[in-house]
């Protein structure tokens, strides 16, 4: 009685553990790509973050540009001007 019962349940999971196998199998087979594909995306640069990181320069430099023109501005007020600093004469 008991093997007549332990037939149909064996049966019934085999096809879980061939489905649970092929599945393991899929992500043994996929995962070499996927880490060579997630190692090309970290080396590699897009266009769009080029252009970020591009305009980041640019805001950096532009800020710097303006912070030393200030203190220019504020030398050239004060009479303390350097002796590369161009002054508006006023």
């Known amino acids: 009685m008991r093997s007549f019962l332990l037939l149909p349940l064996a049966a019934a999971l085999s096809g ?14 996929t ?14 640069t897009s266009q769009s973050e080029a252009d ?6 640019l ?15 504020k030398r050239c007020r004060t009479g303390k001007a350097l002796s590369g600093d161009v002054c508006p004469a006023s």
């Open 31 to 44: 995962l070499p790509v996927k880490a060579a594909a997630k190692g090309v995306d970290l080396a590699t």
């Open 59 to 73: 805001r950096k430099a532009d800020k710097q540009a303006g912070r030393e023109a200030r203190e220019r501005d």
């Open 52 to 57: 970020e990181k591009r305009g980041r320069a």
């Open 16 to 29: 879980c553990v061939v489905a649970s196998v092929a599945e393991t199998a899929v992500d043994v087979a």
